[in-house]
């Protein structure tokens, strides 16, 4: 090894970025210590500022920094439709594709009994006490099109149904095995319009 | 814009990255919120500090946060023989791919007048000094295959002949307008070792 402690240190940091491997990481560290140091300190201010800061929201469980998150908090979005996705990313995805004017609510994963996943870990209990509350009148299922994500949708539309809830499912346009976050606008757009009655 | 502030500055941050675009971004961005906080911090630590500890070697001028770097001060690396590289990551892929024992010199470039970067800003009044103080009894040229890259080669060449150091160039099995950091080991090593006098 011909590098310094610190160059080492900051090449393994950035391993843990998803998708950069010890060449990126290389690349990434000489690219910055070369060529921009004051993008090296900004990005250490951000990664500090949102980790310090950034919680969830306490009711759709989205990434945020404020109790309850900007589209929660929005008189201009219907409280009686709530979208309900695995991830925070798949509601920009959604919102970039389509103009659903309903809320989100994010189950941050999906049931996966293997892993210790279950209704627990992904709020179900807090959505399903908001269910008898009488607040919501619709759902959308969201969810991947991948097992999981199939079981994950018929555990919330059951407790839907419980509720007397419209439920639908987003078309499955979007690919079987895909990833909501990087399906492109179009083919999301269609499976979003194209929803159907879940049975 | 769905996303809270904190959380688009941290998107936005990771766009100074080499080959990360706005997909990429924000996968990062949620991938660390999400699931590795803790790499998030040590991230932003390292980077602080590389950005605080790591300046030049004053001898070769790759990154280094001592004063002369750890190559330079090895005394078992021959003083004699000098390689001339582009960047301090060239002399990882070189450290790598042979069994080289001389020492480097970084230009941290090359020569493009269109850009304003000529003999000084690559540290080549340096390079001279040492070249007459008859240290150096053999340079090997490993800059880019690229126009400016075999310009550069050609100006040091000049140099070091006025000083009756003898010039050697790594042979053209590099692929030529290719980049000397991503090459494979092999073409690497075979370049390096089939390397010829340069005229």
Redesign the interface.
């Known amino acids: 090894m011909?590098?310094?402690?610190?160059?080492r240190?900051?090449i393994?940091?950035?391993r843990?970025?998803?998708?950069v491997g010890p060449?990126?990481a290389?690349?990434?560290?000489?690219?910055?210590?070369?060529r921009?140091?004051g993008?090296?300190?900004?990005?250490?201010?951000?990664?500090?500022?949102?980790?310090e800061?950034?919680g969830e929201c306490e009711q759709c469980r989205t990434?945020?920094?404020?109790a309850v998150?900007?589209?929660c908090a929005s008189d201009r979005r219907d409280a009686g439709v709530l979208c309900i996705v695995e991830?925070?990313?798949d509601?920009?995805a959604l919102?970039d594709a389509t103009d659903y004017r309903g809320r989100y609510f994010v189950l941050?994963g999906r049931l996966s009994p293997l892993d210790g996943i279950g209704p627990a870990e992904l709020g179900l209990e807090v959505l399903e006490a908001r269910f008898n509350r009488g607040e919501v009148r619709e759902i959308i299922l969201a969810t991947n099109p991948t097992v999981e994500g199939e079981a994950t949708a018929q555990y919330v539309a059951e407790m839907a149904r419980g509720a007397d809830i419209r439920v639908s499912r987003i078309a499955h346009g979007v690919p079987l095995g895909g990833d909501l976050?990087?399906v492109d606008s179009g083919t999301l757009s269609h499976a979003f319009a194209g929803r159907s009655n879940y049975e």
């Open positions: 011909v590098q310094s402690p610190l160059v240190e900051l393994e940091a950035f843990c970025l998803p998708g060449k990126s290389q690349r990434m560290t000489y690219a910055l210590l070369q921009d140091r993008g090296a300190q900004q990005l250490a201010r951000a990664l500090d500022a949102a980790v800061g950034v990434l945020s920094e404020t998150c900007g589209l991830n925070p990313a509601i920009q919102e941050k976050e990087y």
